[in-house]
């Protein structure tokens, strides 16, 4: 039975959504019941003054967006030019010293619990290269609405007007466009709850590369990278340090991205928005969208 198929049957006989852990949602519902309404309006409006100000120099600009998969340090190593677009990287990618130097993002996404926020040495690390990267004035960093106040003091005050927070709920579709509501479908991968939505928001031409994905049969262990290098490996220490956040189904976390990818896409799509794979993907909603490097 094809990938496909196979997922058509999953959405009939699992709520995916209700299932998937999301410990990002429950943290930020968390800080919300610490702040202040006033604060938190306060929060929102900031946040979106700093976005629409930038989206004026960004709109219509192509975007390439960048997962961190083992196909983007493919990328990274050969030195392949992803052509006149607005770039944006996600996690780990922000601390790799030679994709930023290769791929010169203006947008940079992060905002998990634990291996960015959390007590590790890898979080640590995570941070201080955050810090480090955002030192560059044409960056900017986007994270869950919550996170804000935490990654402007982890960043300082020289950057910290960069730091752009846009609020997540569930909902049953994706929204597209924030100029319209600023605020996002909150899903378990960060590539469909952020960065894509800003994407969609800023053009109508958007390719994706790092997006590898992983068979189906394996997908149950944590996504491989492009930088597994003494960094990467820091994160055995979050097993230690945080061992609930990794007893998990992984195979259910991954039909539900890839079922989220395909949705989300497809409404890019109906809205007129161009997508093209650029990096071959185990997800099927990228691997039929594969169109190859740009020449």
């Not at 390719?207 to 944590?222: L, R, V």
């Not at 992984?250 to 497809?266: G, K, P």
Request: proline content about 6%; some cysteine.
């Amino acid at each position: 039975m094809g990938q496909f198929s196979q997922i058509d049957r999953y959405k009939k006989s699992r709520q995916v959504t209700a299932a998937v852990q999301q410990e990002t949602l429950s943290v930020i519902r968390f800080v919300y019941k610490l702040v202040p309404q006033a604060d938190m309006k306060q929060m929102v409006d900031a946040s979106y003054g700093v976005f629409r100000a930038r989206l004026k120099k960004w709109k219509g600009r192509p975007v390439s967006a960048f997962g961190n998969g083992p196909s983007l340090a493919k990328v990274v190593e050969a030195r392949r030019d992803p052509g006149p677009t607005l770039r944006a990287v996600c996690n780990s990618t922000i601390a790799d010293e030679a994709a930023l130097d290769h791929l010169k993002p203006e947008l940079m996404f992060c905002g998990d619990p634990i291996q960015h926020c959390g007590a590790s040495l890898y979080a640590g690390r995570f941070r201080q290269d955050l810090a480090r990267a955002m030192t560059a004035p044409d960056r900017v960093l986007f994270t869950q609405l919550g996170y804000v106040p935490y990654f402007r003091e982890v960043i300082g005050p020289e950057a910290s007007d960069r730091v752009i927070g846009i609020g997540n709920d569930r909902r049953a579709g994706f929204n597209i466009d924030l100029t319209a509501e600023y605020i996002t479908a909150a899903t378990a991968n960060i590539f469909t709850m952020l960065v894509l939505p800003v994407a969609f928001t800023i053009s109508k031409n958007v390719d994706i590369y790092g997006c590898d994905g992983m068979p189906f049969a394996a997908a149950t262990k944590p996504w491989s990278h492009a930088n597994e290098d003494d960094y990467m490996g820091k994160m055995a220490v979050t097993h230690r340090v945080h061992p609930g956040f990794w007893q998990r189904n992984y195979e259910e976390e991954f039909w539900s991205y890839c079922r989220d990818m395909e949705e989300i896409l497809s409404a890019g799509e109906a809205a007129g928005i161009k997508v093209a794979a650029r990096t071959p993907s185990y997800v099927p909603a990228l691997a039929k969208r594969y169109a190859g490097f740009p020449k």
